[in-house]
Structure formats: structure tokens, C-alpha cells
């Protein structure tokens, strides 16, 4: 049997005889089916179609893993590297042995999380590769692991899988969407992953907030006001989003709370 990838979300599905009759990350909505209908792929016919993975040091201790050409969405990991062992961020829905080296050759991998379910990908294909690595995933998000695992921990509110690795359940996007705060980012000024739980704009000053970003479903006012309350109370200069080069490289604390005020006065119809 195979596991079958979706080819619109990116996200693997449990071992089946054929492909799956529908994808339920895509057919929710806050993501969506395409016009020409749900398609789906393998490893092995990506691998056929000349995929590869393509890793690219950061900062010191942080390398930035995705797929080229993009799967699904087009999100990359974040591998951080530290003196207790590696931990890998969010996921794509790819894995070859280039990737597997590169990630030997940098430490190894120590654990998984994702900030949501769309950013799933191959999470157990990367657990496997790296000795059943454990996968945290928010005890409110179960429902959609689409491909169960003896390796899958479910989590809520805060954990701390490895020392200066904290993983903060924000809710919005997902009840259990969640953000990483990695102390030693940034030089020491202390860095955050944000996937699409707190979304880096595409001129990197701001940030934003959604239910849905491809159907455009807003969060309410209370629920933004919640979710910064949530990374407040952590120390970081550096946010690292869900794509290549969606980076607040500087004061990003304050680009999340003038954000956040900005979303609000527009929701709430004071702008």
C-alpha cells in the first residue's frame, strides 16, 4: 500500500490501496478543493517528477528545508539546531536522502512539531527517518492527523521539548495552532516561529491573522487580542514565518502588537 500525498494542501494521508476518495484538511474551509478536482501523488512519482529537498543555513543554528519545486502550499521547515539535540518546525509534504544527510549532517533530529495542520506534510516519513522521532501535535488539532503514528504526542498550552525550545498553543487559525520561541535565536535576542498562526506580511514591517487566508475568513478582535497575549509574555527580535524569506528580521514583538492594533481598529470599524 501506498501513502498518498495530497497535491493541494501537501499533507500525507494513512497507507491505502488507491488514492483517497478526498483530502479532509482541503475539503475544510479554511482550505479548499481546486477547480479540476482533488489529486493526489506519492514519494515516488515526486521523486520521478525530479523533486529534491532544498536546505539553506539561516542564522547560525537554524536551516531553513523545503521542496524544490514547491509542494502543495510551498511552506519550508526550520530545523533548529541546539547544544541538546536538533528539532524540526512545521513540515512539507516531501523527503529524500539528500535531505535526510543534510539534516545527519547538521545534528540530527531530536523532535517534530507543526503550527498547524496545512503545514503537516510528511511529518512521519521524517519521524521514521530519524529513529521514530517523537510528534508534538496540540491535543485540539487531532483530529487532523491524517496519518497516525505510534511517534505522535499530543500536547497543550506550553511544552518544552528541549531546553530554550518552547512551543506555545496560540489557537486562531486552528484551536490548537501554535507558534515556537527558540531563546537562542537571533543572536540571543530570542526568535519565533510563526507558521500561519501569526502570519508574516509579504512587506515584512507587519504580521496578520486569519480563520482562512486562501478564502479570506477573518479572526475575530478577541481572538487576535488573545493570541498576542499568548507570545507576550517571551522575549524575541526575530520572527521567522512559513515561506522563504518571510522574515521580520528586527523588533518583531513590536511588529506583532502594531499589527495586531492595526487589524483591530479595521475589524471593529475604527480605521
Not at 498553543?169 to 537562542?184: I, M, N, Y
Amino acid at each position: 500500500m501506498e501513502a498518498y500525498i495530497c497535491r493541494t494542501c501537501g499533507v500525507q494521508q494513512a497507507e491505502s490501496e488507491g488514492p483517497p476518495s478526498r483530502c479532509a484538511i482541503c475539503d475544510d474551509e479554511r482550505q479548499y478543493v481546486p477547480p479540476g478536482g482533488q489529486r493526489w501523488v506519492t514519494l515516488t512519482g515526486l521523486r520521478g517528477e525530479g523533486y529534491r529537498v532544498d536546505a539553506r543555513d539561516l542564522e547560525p543554528g537554524l536551516t531553513g528545508i523545503g521542496a524544490d519545486p514547491p509542494v502543495g502550499i510551498g511552506q519550508r521547515a526550520l530545523l533548529v539546531q541546539t547544544p541538546n539535540g536538533n528539532f524540526l518546525w512545521d513540515c512539507f509534504g516531501f523527503i529524500d536522502n539528500e535531505g535526510i544527510a543534510a539534516v545527519r549532517a547538521r545534528g540530527g533530529l531530536h523532535g517534530i512539531a507543526m503550527s498547524h495542520p496545512h503545514f503537516y506534510g510528511v511529518n512521519v516519513e521524517w519521524s521514521r527517518a530519524f529513529g521514530n522521532a517523537p510528534i508534538y501535535i496540540p491535543k485540539a488539532d487531532r483530529e487532523w492527523v491524517m496519518r497516525p503514528d505510534p511517534a505522535v504526542k499530543l500536547w497543550e498550552g506550553t511544552v518544552e521539548p528541549l531546553p530554550g525550545v518552547t512551543l506555545i498553543q496560540a489557537g486562531g487559525h486552528f484551536e490548537g495552532s501554535a507558534v515556537l520561541h527558540w531563546a537562542g535565536g537571533a543572536e540571543g535576542r530570542g526568535a519565533l516561529f510563526t507558521g500561519d498562526t501569526i502570519t508574516v506580511a509579504s512587506d515584512r514591517r507587519f504580521v496578520s491573522f486569519m480563520r482562512s487566508y486562501p478564502n479570506l475568513i477573518p479572526l475575530s478582535a478577541s481572538e487576535v487580542r488573545r493570541i498576542v497575549a499568548t507570545v507576550e509574555p517571551y522575549e524575541f527580535d526575530r520572527i521567522y514565518g512559513g515561506w522563504w524569506d518571510r522574515i521580520v528580521d528586527r523588533n518583531g514583538k513590536t511588529a506583532i502588537q502594531k499589527s495586531a492594533e492595526r487589524y483591530i481598529r479595521w475589524i471593529e470599524g475604527r480605521a
